[in-house]
């Protein structure tokens, strides 16, 4: 009997002790410390293929509502009401993660808020939210209204949520469901792997103003046999100008159609290779039929070319028409910290 209380006793004392450390990091990295007490994780620009002057970043301390007992997150018509008992969540670490704030084990209907105010240089401006993961499927709600949703835990989405903001504060509420029962592309951070689940929000979300006519994406592919840039523009309407620029530089400058691929030819092309990783500048400039700019963009490409090809006989890849041993490390990309998501960059 003794034995079985000294036992008992222990067990106690372990629950207590565990409960006091919750928030202590049980693997730190070195960047651990810095990441858990920075005000806006990761401010840097999130986009540097379409890159534009005006943004604003949401990451930072959100309200928060998890657990066991809390509303169903999947799909729902209207918002919870946050009480004032709502924990406080780091942005963009998942739940489970220590650097959160909340390291609480496998959620599966989580609650976000925060209040925005949409700069006034803004006024006149279409304003897009975005969201590079939300783990697994997301709602969006602005001012009480559904905004948006989407289905996917390893992509970004973007939702245009001009209609719903008003003048001042606005409510912005997240709800994510996650099952992580295997029947969702998990990856190995699933019941079935050896990783901590990962749920809700983990990667940047950030505001953009946009003009009504802009530059929705683009696609570029470099073409070295004809020293030339092929570009894909998306928007609504309009004509291109893309420039090509090495430092200062402009080095060729053409004109295209939106939604109809053309090239920027690159004479003597610099080759970006691992040795000499050499990327240009690209700036593209959208105009309205009256010659008016609506939407002007940065991006960057490096003018190299991958394809196979015999090296001694051998068929290998190749890359600008020259054989490179590739030595392949595996970095799955796990941090004992922030689990999928780094803790700083």
């Not at 919870?80 to 008992?85: C, P």
């Not at 993961?133 to 989407?150: C, E, M, R, S, Y």
């Not at 046999?225 to 092929?230: A, E, H, S, T, W």
Request: hydrophobic share 40%; charged share 25%.
């Amino acid at each position: 009997m003794k034995t079985f209380q000294k036992i008992l006793l222990f067990l106690l004392s372990f629950n207590t002790i565990q409960s006091s450390i919750a928030q202590v990091p049980k693997l730190p990295t070195k960047w651990t410390k810095e990441a858990m007490e920075t005000a806006i994780p990761f401010p840097e620009y999130p986009r540097p293929q379409l890159q534009r002057t005006d943004w604003l970043c949401l990451n930072g301390k959100w309200d928060y509502i998890g657990g066991k007992d809390v509303a169903n997150a999947l799909n729902p018509l209207k918002p919870i009401q946050f009480d004032g008992k709502a924990d406080q969540i780091l942005v963009p670490y998942c739940p489970e993660s220590v650097i959160s704030g909340i390291e609480r084990k496998q959620e599966i209907n989580m609650w976000y808020r925060r209040n925005i105010s949409i700069p006034a240089t803004w006024n006149g401006k279409d304003v897009i939210i975005h969201f590079d993961a939300v783990d697994h499927d997301a709602t969006i709600f602005v001012n009480g209204q559904k905004a948006g949703t989407h289905a996917g835990g390893y992509d970004a989405f973007s939702i245009n949520i001009t209609k719903f903001l008003k003048a001042g504060s606005n409510s912005l509420i997240v709800a994510a469901h996650d099952p992580n029962d295997g029947r969702t592309p998990s990856g190995k951070n699933g019941p079935r792997g050896d990783y901590t689940f990962t749920s809700g929000i983990w990667q940047t979300v950030w505001l953009e103003p946009v003009s009504k006519n802009y530059i929705e994406d683009i696609r570029i592919l470099p073409d070295l046999d004809n020293n030339r840039l092929k570009v894909l523009v998306n928007a609504e309407q309009g004509m291109i100008t893309a420039a090509a620029i090495d430092g200062k530089k402009v080095v060729s400058e053409v004109k295209g159609e939106i939604g109809k691929a053309f090239y920027i030819p690159i004479e003597n092309p610099k080759l970006w290779s691992p040795d000499s990783p050499f990327l240009y500048d690209l700036k593209l400039t959208l105009k309205d039929k009256s010659g008016k700019v609506t939407d002007e963009v940065l991006s960057y490409f490096g003018m190299r070319d991958v394809k196979l090809g015999k090296a001694g006989g051998v068929v290998r890849p190749l890359l600008n028409g020259k054989f490179e041993m590739q030595v392949g490390l595996l970095d799955q990309g796990y941090w004992p910290d922030g689990i999928l998501t780094a803790p700083t960059d």
